[in-house]
C-alpha cells in the first residue's frame, strides 16, 4: 500500500489555473489506475479524471478540454493541471490510487486539499 499526498490547492479566481500534486510515499510504476476526485461541499465525491499505468487517461465531461492528469514515475507523483477553472470546480480534490491483479492489492486515498474558485 502507498500513502498519498496532495498538494497545490488553494483560492483562485474563476478563469484561472491550479497544478495540484499527488506525491506517493512508494513506487507508482505497478499502480493500474491513479485518479483525482473532487467532493463539493454537501455532494458524493466524484471521479474528475483517471490515469492508467499504461497512459491512458479519463475525464468526465464536464472537465474535458480544462483539465489535464499526468504521472511521473521517476518522482512517483501524479498531477492534475487545471485550468479555466469555474465557481462548480471548488471542492476537496483527494488522491487514489488503485492497484489490482498482482499482490498487494490496494484502494488508497490522500486527505485532500481544498480548491476554492471564486466568482
Known amino acids: 500500500q502507498v500513502q498519498l499526498a496532495e498538494s497545490g490547492g488553494g483560492l483562485v479566481q474563476a478563469g484561472g489555473s491550479l497544478r495540484l500534486s499527488c506525491a506517493a510515499s512508494?513506487?507508482?510504476?505497478?499502480?493500474?489506475?491513479m485518479g483525482w476526485y473532487r467532493q463539493a461541499p454537501g455532494k458524493q465525491r466524484e471521479l474528475v479524471a483517471s490515469i492508467t499505468s499504461g497512459g491512458s487517461r479519463n475525464y468526465v465531461d464536464f472537465v474535458k478540454g480544462r483539465f489535464t492528469i499526468s504521472r511521473d514515475n521517476a518522482k512517483n507523483t501524479v498531477y492534475l493541471q487545471m485550468n479555466s477553472l469555474k465557481s462548480e470546480d471548488t471542492g476537496v480534490y483527494y488522491c487514489?490510487?488503485?492497484?489490482?491483479?498482482?499482490?498487494?492489492?490496494?484502494?488508497?486515498w490522500g486527505q485532500g486539499t481544498q480548491v476554492t474558485v471564486s466568482s
Open positions: 512508494g513506487s507508482i510504476f505497478n499502480i493500474n489506475i
Open positions: 487514489n490510487a488503485k492497484k489490482y491483479g498482482l499482490p498487494p492489492i490496494f484502494n488508497s
